[in-house]
């Protein structure tokens, strides 16, 4: 079967994959997305009680405001799953997306010699050919692409198992196990059913281990109900709202004038010593300011959560979260016990146990542990770029967190994290498809590679979570960069007050053109 060929391809139709299809219409690109629909982690990674952790305003493209924009509400993720649809409506996007179409393999099939010469617009030569299966069927198609930008993200399908001894696994355990991946793909009724009258053991603190330990306490409500226990290892800074003693939360982090406290790439000699000297002691007290608030309206302190670190480094790291409103009340109530391990833990046939000697019994574990983003796209990469991926920092270089100055013809969009990862993702999808149009050139490989490398400093020397490549606390200079490159006026207000003290958002970067 011949190959279909076409200028650009894209894998992924989650948020990235539909912002990277929309502006790049003009080139119709195919689009190659495994599942029935569009929305990604949306889609097939939340639970019943999933919200945004933001509100609409701050997570909206820049050219679709939400219809309702003002609610205060965070929206449920059915509320931007038909958000996301509607873009795509609207857009047209939906007729490049071939759905149940999961990519099986990647190949380079272009010129050798461009491995090591840095980015090639697109030239009329196949430079990628991806083999893709069509669900129900046993046939394979091949696809042949200039560009390839990649969509899948760093979360979902693949999830991360924490490793036991031998014969200490899930396999010794008489209950049920799964993963928080498995968990979402129940619906409302087998959800409650799994954990109704159950002694639920949730393994993790992050949001979405949260969001299920309120979940199982919903679910145990009644007089046979049992509690539900949080196997916690390391502590986050959760905050109840966007509001710090009576202050909006944006005035510490999102604004020109709060990032200007923090240090960021490029930065001159004189501006660094600055942020070493004399900011560093006042961002050491904004963290301390919002840390009282947190601590005052949350009782961590009671339950042993408060974290060892400042609140700074897990904003920085983008893995500060909205407090599940009813977690606290619940636990009040005896409904969610905490466990502190920060040793070693296995199965045991009635539940788990740790170093300690200590047990928990329980019929159901449930493994909140995160995802395996590096093997979802060692899957897809063939050799020699797979051993790219084992980069000694653990961060993927990517240049403007969308291009590896050593993989030629691709793009990967989504794996940069922000405040907002839709905004980030439509903000690169823009700066990539005025790359591939050849509005502006690229700098050398070594230079790329030396940018990378300033903001993998940036973000080591902010938080010891830098792994996660988030730029939340020097977003807005990000952003300059990659205006100033696109031939953007990098300062988006109206005005010179509004410039400095109001937040960044996507509407700012609303761009007629």
């Not at 691709?410 to 922000?418: D, H, I, P, T």
Request: hydrophobic letters at 35%; charged letters at 25%.
């Amino acid at each position: 079967m011949a190959p279909v060929v076409s200028k650009v391809g894209i894998i992924g139709a989650g948020v990235s994959g539909i912002a990277a299809a929309k502006h790049l219409t003009h080139h119709n690109p195919i689009v190659l997305e495994a599942s029935d629909s569009i929305g990604g982690v949306w889609r097939h990674c939340s639970y019943n009680s999933t919200k945004l952790q933001s509100h609409r305003r701050d997570y909206e493209f820049s050219d679709f405001p939400w219809n309702d924009r003002d609610n205060p509400e965070y929206p449920s993720h059915l509320e931007i799953l038909d958000y996301l649809n509607s873009y795509a409506e609207h857009f047209d996007v939906l007729k490049f997306v071939r759905f149940n179409s999961k990519v099986v393999e990647v190949r380079f099939v272009g010129d050798r010699e461009t491995i090591d010469a840095g980015f090639k617009p697109p030239a009329g030569q196949p430079a990628w050919e991806v083999s893709v299966q069509t669900s129900g069927e046993d046939t394979i198609q091949w696809y042949a692409f200039e560009f390839l930008v990649v969509c899948i993200g760093k979360y979902g399908d693949i999830p991360r198992i924490p490793e036991f001894p031998h014969n200490k696994g899930p396999q010794v355990f008489q209950g049920q196990v799964l993963h928080s991946l498995d968990y979402c793909k129940l619906d409302k009724e087998a959800a409650s059913e799994l954990l109704k009258d159950k002694k639920v053991v949730v393994v993790g603190y992050k949001k979405s281990a949260l969001d299920l330990a309120v979940e199982c306490a919903d679910a145990n409500q009644g007089p046979k109900g049992q509690p539900c226990t949080m196997v916690v290892r390391t502590l986050h800074w959760t905050v109840p709202h966007y509001w710090v003693w009576g202050l909006p939360f944006f005035l510490f982090y999102s604004t020109r004038a709060s990032q200007f406290l923090h240090p960021r790439p490029n930065q001159s000699f004189l501006r660094t010593l600055t942020c070493l000297l004399a900011l560093s002691p006042l961002r050491h007290a904004i963290s301390k300011f919002i840390e009282s608030y947190i601590l005052w309206k949350l009782p961590l302190e009671k339950y042993g959560l408060k974290p060892d670190h400042s609140f700074e480094e897990d904003y920085a790291s983008c893995q500060m979260a909205i407090t599940p409103e009813n977690l606290f009340s619940e636990a009040d109530k005896g409904r969610i016990v905490f466990k502190r391990s920060q040793g070693n833990w296995w199965f045991n046939k009635d539940g788990i146990e740790f170093d300690d000697g200590s047990k928990i019994d329980a019929d159901v574990v449930v493994l909140a542990t995160g995802y395996d983003g590096k093997k979802k796209l060692k899957a897809i990469l063939p050799d020699p770029f797979r051993s790219l991926l084992e980069y000694p920092s653990g961060i993927m270089p990517l240049y403007r967190g969308t291009i590896h100055p050593l993989i030629p013809n691709m793009a990967f969009v989504g794996y940069l994290e922000s405040v907002s990862n839709l905004h980030s993702s439509e903000l690169r999808s823009i700066w990539l498809t005025r790359l591939i149009d050849n509005k502006f050139k690229l700098p050398s490989v070594e230079k790329m590679l030396e940018q990378t490398t300033k903001e993998l400093e940036v973000m080591k020397d902010t938080t010891r979570f830098y792994k996660r490549f988030c730029i939340s606390t020097f977003s807005i200079n990000h952003s300059d960069e990659i205006c100033e490159e696109m031939g953007w006026t990098s300062w988006r207000k109206n005005t010179w007050l509004a410039e400095a003290f109001s937040p960044y958002g996507s509407r700012d970067y609303l761009q007629k053109y």
